[in-house]
């Protein structure tokens, strides 16, 4: 069935220093990849997305870049901060039909000053 | 807007109670889920709806029912509550298409 792999589970980087999460789906026919942040206690909430046309989109520190040969995207976060400690989630899904997430496991992320 | 909305936010329920966990939206999303979050397990998919009338059952149904007879709400029914649906529940909803999803702030359901 649809599955999405995440990877690592848990990444501890020095504040400054980039973090890379990465995420392999199954479904060839997903064509919308959503990123989510999910501080403690709290909601998860969409930082980045990325359509199946595009191979990289970048906001401020952030960017996401896609695979599709590959069916892998990944989340590059540079010049780590604290307040960027929290799980980050990926998603993949498909613009019409169902429109259905499957979300993948989680990445803790924890950037040490 | 107030966006995505649940209550209650907390609740204690005793094995065998049933409940009602409420969700709206007022962003006149067709598509609508819920979620279970467990310590480690990520978002599961219990069950979502991609219209008023329509819902289908996602990775982890039983034991909920579902229900949508507005565009606005999508109430989540616990038919006779486990210990094992302890955790916290997300509902969310989205547009068609390439849009994200917004989710709720959360119920967090403890069952004794």
């Known amino acids: 069935g649809e599955n999405v792999e995440q990877h690592p589970s848990t990444l501890s980087v020095q504040e400054g220093d980039s973090a890379v999460i990465k995420c392999t789906y199954s479904?060839?026919?997903?064509?919308?990849f959503p990123w989510y942040k999910q501080e403690l206690g709290k909601r998860p909430q969409l930082i980045i997305d990325?359509?199946?046309?595009?191979g990289e989109k970048k906001d401020q520190r952030i960017a996401v870049t896609l695979n599709k040969t590959a069916k892998h995207f990944s989340l590059h976060i540079t010049e780590t901060q604290p307040e960027d400690s929290a799980v980050y989630f990926c998603?993949?899904?498909?613009?019409?039909?169902?429109?259905?997430?499957?979300f993948g496991t989680g990445t803790r992320l924890k950037v040490l000053a | 807007n107030a966006g995505v909305t649940q209550t209650p936010k907390f609740q204690v329920l005793k094995t065998g109670q049933s409940m009602t966990l409420q969700c709206a939206q007022d962003m006149n999303h067709e598509y609508m889920s819920w979620y279970r979050q467990d310590p480690g397990m990520g978002l599961r998919l219990i069950h979502y709806?991609?219209?008023?009338?329509?819902?289908d059952q996602g990775e982890v149904p039983n034991g909920y029912n579902v229900s949508r007879s507005t565009t606005e709400d999508f109430p989540l029914r616990l038919l006779s509550a486990a210990p094992s649906q302890t955790s916290v529940y997300f509902c969310?909803?989205?547009?068609?298409?390439?849009?994200?999803?917004?989710f709720g702030p959360g119920t967090r359901l403890t069952v004794l």
């Open positions: 479904d060839s026919a997903s064509n919308y």
């Open positions: 990325i359509r199946s046309n595009v």
């Open positions: 709806s991609v219209g008023a009338g329509i819902t």
């Open positions: 998603a993949a899904s498909k613009d019409s039909g169902t429109y259905k997430y499957i």
């Open positions: 969310a909803s989205r547009a068609g298409g390439y849009f994200g999803q917004f």
